[in-house]
């Protein structure tokens, strides 16, 4: 006779369906079975789990059973069970009647594909104190009668699922909870009420929770405790106060954005660790947040505010900051000198801004920088080429729209890892460097789970330990002629732009090499000479622009095996000679060929001249080389000429005796013709 009370399978590779045959031998000692990560799949088939009558706790969260909760729990019988683990699977359809569960203390079904409403019969699980039903599809109203008597309730998770919270505005919850989950469940317009009655939450994410209002005075009265607050993605009003007297006794995450709040940044707590402000109108100075200095500090986003002023100098005390984000405000100034300080920054972003003069060499000491985005500023002098030399880690640099001059330093060509490299509208000069073929990222096929610009950063922290968060950067980036902001898919994208500046010399063919790229802009600058023969060698080329140049030639022949070219801009050259045929480029309006008086054929509707062949124009120096050489050919030639004849009758009597009288005979001819002439006309006027 079997006796296992606990049987442990967790964390191993074990796959195939379960079939309660398995632990028939068990029914009347098991106590604790626990299947945790494995790759088991098919139905939950447990239709005999009343046999297992000490069955207590069952885990089988994240493996990949499917099949009808409803059906595998429609039990006779009350169950003993106390802890169901169902969480991460691919269990479909309704929840079962709850009564039968009276004994259940953890119920976590989170991560499946179950849908319908929540039974009533919830609220009879007197015992229960963790509720996970986070990522269904679950609908309807949870109202009070879900949780009449659920005295012991500590952790509660209905978030993103169509639910209603509808509590009545007098409802005292029989619980105090810990953790507090209802992201996108709808508790507004009004802001609920009943969280006045939760004294000992560490944990509290309302976001997208529909609250169109202002936040009650008596919220703020935090609990000291408190690890993460999550308000986001509201219309919430009003101005935050001054929250540095609470004294927190962990390392808290904040998180208000995407709501309406304004008035001055608030002053916030020392100890924090994530502060998400975003998407709202707060103003002003961000002084108050040298306040923060208990090293900790590992995000601070600040973007799309109105926030404005120069930057303070206290960046020294952020060494674990692993994103900053200022984008979209008023700031203006230079960037302090101590951003050197940020040792583990991963991601800056200061794009749209008023920021100025040089770029402080500290920064150069961040080389965990994977995301710098500066443009739009007013940030002036020569390309840095300690960028190339010292951020080795960068896969996305735009330094767009500024007043950067000078050339483009080749030391850039050593950021093998970088995908988006925009240095458009500066006043940048010189050629472009031939080692661009050294930017290996633009060349090698990347790992499609690297769509994402992602960086982790400590979310909030308890403590030794801390939660960790995920930061998706996201960019505005120059594509097929506009500018789109990408986020989920900016990893995937791999672009050269240059466009919009002074930058001179021929493109160079080495450009050809970076097979992965997806766009080329190299428009509005003075480049010359040919469009490289090698261009069909970019077969991910999505959008290339060449235009406002003085590019000479033939379009080559190769640009037809460009097979996902979609845009196309090759207009205000100099180019001539037939467009080469391809189901691409006839395909293209005509206007991307506009300005090149010497190209024909499809798609643009001048013809090819008749009777002749129109040949590529040579370069300058050809044509020079070649008027040199006419030139020169014609001088010898009347130089050979004129003496050929002369010397002969100087050195030869007799021929120069004959070419005299010959002079002689012709001479009497002409005379004797215009003497008769002259006499006919005389007598034609007398007559």
Not at 484 to 513: C, F, M, Q, V, W
Not at 559 to 572: Q, T
Not at 631 to 650: D, E, H, N, S
Not at 660 to 682: C, G, I, P, Q
């Amino acid at each position: 006779m079997c006796t296992v009370e606990t049987l442990s399978l967790a964390v191993n590779n074990l796959s195939g369906s379960i079939i309660p045959g398995y632990f028939g031998c068990l029914e009347n000692s098991l106590q604790f079975l626990d299947l945790f990560a494995n790759n088991f799949h098919g139905p939950l088939v447990l239709p005999h789990i009343a046999r297992f009558s000490s069955l207590r706790e069952l885990h089988l969260s994240h493996n990949k059973l499917n099949g009808f909760l409803s059906e595998t729990f429609n039990l006779k019988q009350p169950s003993k069970l106390t802890d169901l683990y169902l969480s991460r699977n691919q269990l479909k359809g309704t929840l079962p009647d709850f009564t039968i569960f009276s004994s259940l203390k953890a119920l976590l079904i989170n991560d499946n594909q179950l849908n319908g409403a929540v039974p009533e019969s919830l609220g009879c699980l007197s015992e229960l104190e963790h509720l996970y039903f986070s990522r269904n599809s679950f609908e309807g109203v949870i109202s009070e009668t879900h949780f009449k008597t659920l005295s012991k309730l500590r952790f509660l998770d209905l978030s993103f699922n169509h639910l209603v919270v509808n509590f009545s505005s007098g409802w005292v919850p029989p619980f105090q909870l810990h953790q507090i989950y209802l992201s996108f469940c709808k508790l507004g317009p009004h802001f609920p009420k009943w969280l006045q009655t939760q004294k000992e939450f560490q944990d509290l994410d309302i976001s997208g929770a529909g609250i169109s209002d202002s936040i009650p005075d008596w919220f703020w009265d935090l609990p000291p405790y408190l690890l993460s607050l999550n308000l986001s993605h509201n219309q919430m009003t009003g101005m935050v106060p001054d929250l540095s007297s609470l004294k927190f006794k962990e390392f808290p995450g904040m998180d208000l954005s995407f709501n309406m709040f304004e008035g001055p940044l608030p002053v916030l707590p020392y100890n924090m660790t994530s502060i998400i402000l975003a998407k709202n109108r707060f103003s002003g100075s961000v002084s108050s947040l040298c306040k923060i200095a208990a090293g900790t500090l590992s995000m601070l986003d600040l973007s799309d505010n109105l926030l404005c002023g120069v930057l303070p100098d206290c960046f020294f005390h952020w060494q674990n900051l692993s994103v900053l984000n200022l984008a979209n405000n008023n700031f203006s100034g230079v960037i302090p000198t101590t951003v050197g300080s940020l040792l583990s920054i991963e991601t800056i972003n200061l794009r749209n801004n008023s920021f100025s003069g040089d770029l402080p060499s500290s920064l150069k000491n961040c080389n965990l920088l994977e995301f710098l985005d500066l443009s739009e500023n007013m940030f002036s002098g020569s390309i840095p080429a300690w960028i190339g030399e010292n951020l080795l880690s960068l896969i996305f640099l735009s330094l767009q729209a500024n007043e950067f001059y000078g050339r483009i330093p080749s030391n850039l060509c050593q950021l093998a890892k970088i995908r988006i490299l925009d240095l458009s509208q500066n006043t940048l000069a010189g050629s472009i460097p031939l080692c661009l073929n050294n930017l290996t990222a633009m060349a090698q096929k990347g790992d499609p789970d690297d769509d994402i610009i992602e960086q982790v950063y400590d979310h909030s922290g308890q403590g030794n330990g801390f939660f960790v968060g995920f930061y998706t950067a996201k960019a505005w980036v120059g594509w097929k002629g506009r500018r789109h902001e990408y986020e989920r898919s900016l990893g995937l994208l791999r672009i050269i732009d240059l466009a919009s500046n002074k930058l001179d010399g021929e493109i160079p063919d080495e450009i050809t090499r970076l097979s992965e790229l997806v766009e080329l802009n190299l428009s509005g600058n003075n480049l010359i000479g040919f469009i490289p023969e090698n261009i069909g060698q970019l077969k991910q080329l999505e959008s290339l622009d060449l235009s406002n140049n003085q590019l000479s030639g033939r379009i080559p022949n190769s640009m037809a095996d460009l097979n996902f070219l979609s845009d196309l801009n090759l207009s205000y050259n100099n180019l001539s000679g037939k467009i080469p045929t391809s189901t691409q480029l006839q395909s293209l309006d005509a206007s991307a060929f506009s300005g090149n008086q010497a190209l024909y054929g499809p798609p643009i509707t001048q013809q090819s001249p008749k009777n002749k062949t129109v040949q590529a124009q040579p370069p300058e120096e050809e044509r020079d080389e070649f008027n040199r050489w006419l030139y020169a050919g014609m001088g010898i030639g009347f130089f050979m000429a004129f003496w050929g004849v002369i010397g002969t009758l100087l050195l030869e009597r007799s021929w120069r005796h004959a070419y005299f009288r010959l002079l002689d005979s012709w001479t009497d001819s002409l005379y004797v013709t215009f003497m008769l002439w002259s006499a006919r006309l005389e007598r034609k006027f007398k007559s």
